[in-house]
């Protein structure tokens, strides 16, 4: 005779986990935000005013 | 034949599934309080340098060599998991504790690795950047893998990694590597034995526990006393070197010279220490006051040095 399978949680990680795992992705998002603006201000700062002055 | 069930709970899992580490739990892998001395040292080879640099890059600069030192945090926790399981300054971090899993921690600490010594060399300069990524080396490879778990001079040798950064910073200000860089180098480098050796003098039970071969469980503590007061009375001729260089001036001199002679007192009171009570007592004193000699010194150069600043410059 075949017993059935143990019923297990369906989810298998708890709301604290997601939770955490929601803030990790926050910071990551953030993070990936501020190289994307370090990079585009270092190339206005390294180009200068001379980005103003280029012939078309 | 059995059902296996599709979904599994952590519950019936044997190993650990990853991913439960909190927010605070990856800022706790980057070390702040080391990266905190670390970026005030960049910081002070950063504005000791000569010439100018644009505040922004400056400012990348800093960013990079704090994400480089918390790197290296995040690569020193994978690695010594075992060791700071069975210290109890240690035991709290979070692979010990299980918050997060080794590989995790390596993941996390090669992804900003490598991240801050490219951003370094991209927006920066080359140099500053081949100075991060070498000093990551040494403080992972060199300091953590090898010499640590090797040799009770590890310290000695290892306090090369945390004198670096003014080093990098300097570098990314001026694109070399200058005598007055190398006076600020040797400044930390010789600061380190005694600094790490009165800690491991109070704490020589939880280095012994470990395996780890400090000093004071190697040689003993009467030689650890005698190795503190040579490194410490170093010291003195190496605090004159930022002025030999001509990094430092007047205001240096008289309070790094005082700072120090007052260091040397310390080292002399653990030295001349009798009982065990005594020393652990006066290792804890000179340990808080090589802290506050290195960001008094360090003080010191900054506050010389931004006379010279544009904006101090606008001021008066």
Known sequence: MNTPAPKVPVQPFSPEDLARRKRRAAAMAIGLGLLVVLFFVTTLIKLGSGIMERTM | ?316
């Open chain 2, 1 to 316: 034949m059995t059902a296996v069930p599709h979904e599994v709970s952590s519950d019936t899992l044997t190993t650990p599934m990853g991913g439960q580490g909190s927010l605070e739990d990856y800022l706790a892998l980057l070390k702040p309080r080391v990266m905190s001395l670390v970026v005030f040292s960049g910081v002070v080879g950063l504005v000791a340098a000569p010439g100018h640099v644009h505040p922004w890059l400056g400012f990348i600069a800093i960013l990079c060599i704090a994400i480089g030192a918390g790197a290296s945090g995040a690569l020193n926790m994978w690695y010594d998991a075992d060791i700071d399981a069975v210290m109890k300054r240690t035991a709290s971090r979070p692979v010990p504790r299980g918050a997060i899993l080794p590989g995790e921690a390596l993941g996390f600490g090669l992804a900003l690795a490598i991240g801050s010594v490219l951003v370094l060399g991209l927006l920066v300069n080359l140099l500053s950047a081949a100075l991060l990524a070498f000093t990551i080396f040494f403080y992972v490879v060199i300091y953590t893998m090898w010499l640590k778990r090797w040799t009770p001079q590890n310290i000695v040798i290892g306090g090369a990694a945390g004198a670096f950064p003014p080093m990098v910073a300097w570098a990314a200000a001026t694109g070399s590597i200058d005598a007055g860089s190398i006076a600020l180098f040797l400044l930390i480098f010789f600061w380190t034995p005694p600094h790490f050796w009165a800690l491991a003098l109070f704490r020589e039970g939880d280095y012994a526990k470990a395996g780890v071969p400090m000093l004071p469980n190697v040689a003993g503590r009467p030689e650890t006393k005698k190795q503190i007061l040579i490194y410490s009375a170093l010291l003195l001729p190496v605090t004159a070197l930022p002025l030999l260089t001509g990094t430092a001036g007047m205001i240096y001199a008289v309070g790094a010279v005082a700072m120090t002679l007052n260091f040397l007192v310390h080292a002399c009171r653990v030295f001349k220490a009798s009982t065990r009570e005594a020393e652990d007592k006066l290792a804890k004193k000179l340990f808080g006051y090589s802290i506050v000699w290195l960001f008094a010194v360090l003080t010191l150069l900054l506050v010389e040095h931004s006379f010279n600043l544009p904006l101090f410059k606008a001021l008066i």
